[in-house]
C-alpha cells in the first residue's frame, strides 16, 4: 500500500475581501506518485476560522466547491465568487513557488501530466489513508474482511478493555474527509446492555462514501 503525508503550505492570511481570509493549503503527497492535483484551503470567516475546508483542484486552479447560503449572511454570492476566482489564481502562485515542494504536478492539457495519480487513483488509497490515521488510535483496527474500499471502510476495537470515546470516531471521519475530499457518513455500535453508555462501549464502526448506495444481487 501506498504511503502519504499532507504538505501544508501557509498562505500569510491572503486577503482579497474583507469578510474573508486564506490560511493555508494542504495537499496530498502520495509516495510514488507527488502531490495529487486536489488540495484542500482552509480559511476564515470574520476572522475566525472554519472547520471546513474549500476543496481546490490545484491542476485547473479553481475552487470546486463554494461556502453555503447559511455561511454567507449579508455577504452578496457574487461578490464570494469574484473572491474565490482571484483567490484561486494567488494560491496557485504561491503553491508552486513553495520550496517544500519537490515537484508539482502540471495542468491537465499538459502532455507530462500523471493519469496515475487522478481523483480516482487517489480514491483507491482510501485504505492506506484510514490505516495511518488509526496508528494515532491504537486501540482500533482497520477490518480488512467485512470493508468494501473505496465506498465502504469498517474499523473495530482491538482491545475491548481500552476505553474509548465516540469523539475518536468522528474524528477519525474528519482527518479522512480532510486527506481524501469526500464525504462519509459515520455508523457505530456493538453489544451493551440496559445501562450502557454506547459512546464508551461501541465496538465498531463504519465510515460509508456520502451517496453510496450497496446494490444487492437477486
Known amino acids: 500500500m501506498s504511503t502519504f503525508e499532507i504538505r501544508v503550505i501557509d498562505l500569510g492570511r491572503l486577503s482579497i475581501s474583507h469578510f ?12 510514488g506518485y507527488g502531490p495529487t492535483f486536489f488540495g484542500h484551503v482552509r480559511y476564515a470567516l470574520n476572522g475566525v476560522e472554519q472547520d471546513e475546508s474549500l476543496p481546490m ?23 464570494l465568487e469574484k473572491t474565490l476566482q482571484e483567490a484561486a489564481v494567488k494560491i496557485i502562485e504561491t503553491v508552486r513557488k513553495n520550496s517544500n515542494m519537490k515537484t508539482f ?3 491537465y492539457d499538459d502532455p507530462m501530466y500523471n493519469k496515475d495519480c ?18 494515532d488510535y ?9 470493508s ?17 470515546q465516540a469523539e475518536d470516531i468522528f ?18 455500535g456493538g453489544s451493551s446492555s440496559t445501562g450502557d453508555n454506547l459512546d464508551e462501549v461501541w465496538t465498531r464502526f463504519s465510515l460509508r462514501k456520502f451517496g453510496f448506495q450497496e446494490v444487492k444481487s437477486k
Do not use: H
Open 57 to 79: 483542484d490545484l491542476g485547473k486552479g479553481i475552487f470546486i466547491a463554494t461556502l453555503r447560503d447559511d455561511q454567507l449572511g449579508d455577504i452578496p454570492r457574487e461578490a
Open 118 to 135: 487522478s481523483a480516482a487513483k487517489l480514491g483507491e488509497n482510501s485504505e492506506s489513508i484510514l490505516e495511518g490515521i488509526l496508528q
Open 138 to 146: 491504537p486501540y482500533l483496527k482497520y477490518d480488512e474482511l467485512y
Open 171 to 188: 474524528e477519525i471521519e474528519r482527518r479522512l474527509r480532510s486527506a481524501t475530499g469526500e464525504s462519509y457518513i459515520v455508523v457505530y
Open 105 to 107: 504536478l502540471p495542468d
Open 20 to 31: 474573508i481570509e486564506f490560511l493555508r493549503v494542504e495537499i496530498l503527497d502520495v509516495q
Open 148 to 164: 468494501k474500499p473505496p465506498d465502504v471502510l469498517k474499523c473495530r476495537v482491538a482491545d475491548p478493555k481500552t476505553p474509548r
